[in-house]
């Protein structure tokens, strides 16, 4: 049976929907007036035929099964009994009957309110009330699975679209961390083909901002939050500048709140209770003075001459979200790094990834040992084992969200930021 139909799309929407029409099969039928030998006669002549229509002034009133009716007159003396009968004897009264441009979807979730028979039986076509053809139930299930399939296509192209579109934005941060330093690592992985993590490196005259950030959730809402953010963070910091990450960390959260409707003023409760963790950090090139702001994202640091990894947690406060305040103060931190001085910091994905033996959270102590560890690697190959420890503690679980880390080591030349274009 010829079922071909067109797909294709134009601008993320059907050239053409597919309707009933493109099941319409033209099958021989009877009228109500003639009997069952007759239908006896059709079935005999058309094997192929599953059901036969039946017409009163070529509308139909009913549907025949061949099943049905064989196994009626095969009975004993039911031959004889209903051969000169009306064909009505053995007619569904009650068939799915529908008009040709019905879509296919619709279509589809009236075929499963109806029940097996049309599964199995098949259902009438009609135009305007007159019979048009008859539709099989499996050439239905058939187009509506080509229909999903294309239609899932055209959703993972717009996806991976998105994922283009998603790593261009973050393509000038990473321009500006390799003028601005020798020796660091940024990791960024969505759990799905788009993520709610992203980050921001940008480069100024005396030395250079930098942000790394989980938004609310992950896949297609988490990244189309991560363009929120971004934005509010760029509008912070010309309308701030970057040495004070925890007013920049102010001016955001102001931003989301009032792009998400989750400001004080609004006239109702936002629908939106979504927000971002992150931490905000200022690197003064002459002082080698690290500043941070931390919204329930902790930064970590490892001296050269110390065998310890220091943490700065900050406030359990993230940034946007309804419970919010619209005035919530981040406080900054200050640390004074040396020359090989390591710092870190990852959003949740990789702590909260669940593995090992036990199958627990892979932890914060994990990854700080981990840090001591591999201290004496260059940053890229510092992340690269990072990143195979929580493969290997995760197993054979899935990846539970995104996973971004950036981490740096500072050298002696590590005063050549450039002057912010």
Not at 125 to 146: C, D, N, P, T, Y
Not at 163 to 176: N, T
Not at 182 to 193: G, I, Q, S, T
Not at 219 to 246: C, M, N, W, Y
Request: net charge negative; aromatic share 8%; glycine share 8%.
């Amino acid at each position: 049976m010829d079922t071909d139909f067109n797909l294709a799309p134009i601008a993320g929407r059907y050239l053409q929907q597919p309707t009933a029409s493109a099941l319409a099969v033209a099958v021989p039928v009877v009228t109500f007036e003639e009997n069952n030998a007759k239908v006896l006669e059709v079935f005999g002549r058309h094997r192929e035929l599953i059901s036969l229509p039946v017409l009163e002034h070529d509308r139909p009133i009913g549907l025949i099964s061949r099943n049905i009716f064989m196994s009626q007159m095969s009975k004993p003396y039911h031959r004889e009994l209903y051969e000169k009968k009306s064909c009505i004897a053995f007619m569904d009264k009650d068939p799915l009957i529908v008009e040709v441009d019905i879509s296919i979807e619709t279509l589809g979730a009236l075929a499963v309110e109806s029940g097996d028979k049309t599964l199995a039986d098949g259902f009438l076509i009609v135009e305007q009330g007159k019979f048009s053809g008859l539709g099989s139930g499996l050439e239905l299930m058939r187009m509506m699975v080509a229909l999903q399939a294309e239609k899932n296509r055209q959703v993972m192209q717009s996806i991976d679209y998105a994922s283009v579109i998603q790593r261009a934005m973050l393509s000038a941060s990473r321009s500006a961390m390799s003028r601005a330093l020798d020796d660091a690592c940024l990791v960024w992985e969505p759990r799905d083909v788009v993520g709610g993590d992203f980050y921001h490196l940008e480069c100024f005259a005396d030395g250079w901002f930098a942000a790394v950030a989980d938004c609310t959730g992950h896949g297609v809402p988490g990244a189309f939050l991560t363009l929120i953010a971004s934005s509010a963070i760029k509008q912070a910091l010309e309308l701030h500048g970057p040495r004070d990450p925890a007013l920049v960390m102010r001016e955001v959260n102001r931003s989301m709140k009032q792009v998400l409707g989750q400001h004080a003023a609004a006239e109702q409760v936002s629908g939106s209770d979504d927000g971002m963790d992150g931490c905000f950090f200022w690197f003064e090139t002459a002082s080698c003075k690290l500043t941070c702001a931390n919204a329930k994202m902790s930064l970590l640091t490892l001296l050269p001459d110390d065998d310890k990894v220091h943490t700065i947690d900050g406030e359990r406060t993230g940034l946007g979200y309804i419970d919010t305040p619209d005035d919530m103060q981040w406080k900054n931190h200050t640390v004074q790094l040396a020359t090989g001085a390591i710092v870190m910091t990852a959003t949740d994905g990789i702590i909260d990834q669940i593995g090992g033996p036990k199958n627990i959270a892979f932890g914060k102590q994990r990854l700080r040992n981990a840090m001591l560890v591999y201290r004496a690697l260059p940053m890229q190959e510092f992340g690269k084992k990072i990143m195979e420890e929580q493969r290997h503690y995760q197993g054979r679980q899935r990846r539970r969200d995104d996973l971004t880390f950036f981490s740096f080591r500072l050298h002696q030349s590590q005063g050549k930021a450039s002057n912010r274009e």
